[in-house]
């Protein structure tokens, strides 16, 4: 008698209780700055640790940022990879949440690399891609004016935002891209996002978005946005431009669910 009984309570007990909650969770691209000073350093990472990011993308991350990074975060994001160097081309992605792979590419036609990740969140996968395209004012030949690198670099991006497209054709997996764009929404390099399917966090509901750079290191306002975070099979819920930090670009972060 005893069995059965058991059998019939513990039947009740699974069809009373509530389906298992989704929740969504929370990215954030952040350019850190090259040669941010160690009191501009403590400022941005005041920011990550405010917002607590399930997963983070830094771009121009160096070995200065990244051992403050490990000091004040490492054991909040167990799930870390970086890449630090001197100079603007370091990068890395943490997270809270277990990564399976992780792989550094070139960004081409440019060998300024990028960084993907496939993380697992609430049992799913999902690929982050953390990538900085071609700023708009380097200079590819010393004799070239600025005039002739913004349109050197603007066709560089474009061939760069094209290659990221043509190797991520194929992949079934929901994908985060997300990182330093270094051009507006509507540059070659973001319309070929939009057209391979990825979405704009900012164009969601409750998004509070707009330029983001100069940064907090400055008393300029801020004048364009070039730091994104777009998706494909995700839903985003909130995008926000956050005014803070000790960088020259603001931090932006989503929050984003599975489709």
Partial sequence: MLAPLLAVLSLFQATEDPPRPTWPFKAMAYNVLYDAPAEDIEKSLEVIEKEKPDVLCLRELTPTFAKAFRKRLGKEYPHTVLTPRRGTWGMGIASR????????????????????????????????????????????????????????????????????????????????LLGDMNEGRQADAMKTFATAGFTHSCDGPSASCGNTWPGANTALPAVVEIDHILGRGLTFSEARVLRSGGSDHFPVRALFNFR
């Fill in 97 to 176: 949440h277990p990564l399976l792979r992780t792989e550094s590419f070139p960004e081409k036609p440019h060998r300024i690399p990028g960084m993907e990740a496939d993380v697992k969140l609430g049992g799913k996968r999902m690929k982050v891609v953390c990538v900085h395209l071609m700023a708009p004012g380097a200079k590819h030949i010393k004799t070239d004016g600025l005039l002739e690198s913004l349109e050197k670099n603007a066709k560089l991006r474009a061939k760069q935002g094209k290659a990221l497209m043509e190797r991520y054709a194929n992949e079934k997996a929901p994908i985060l």
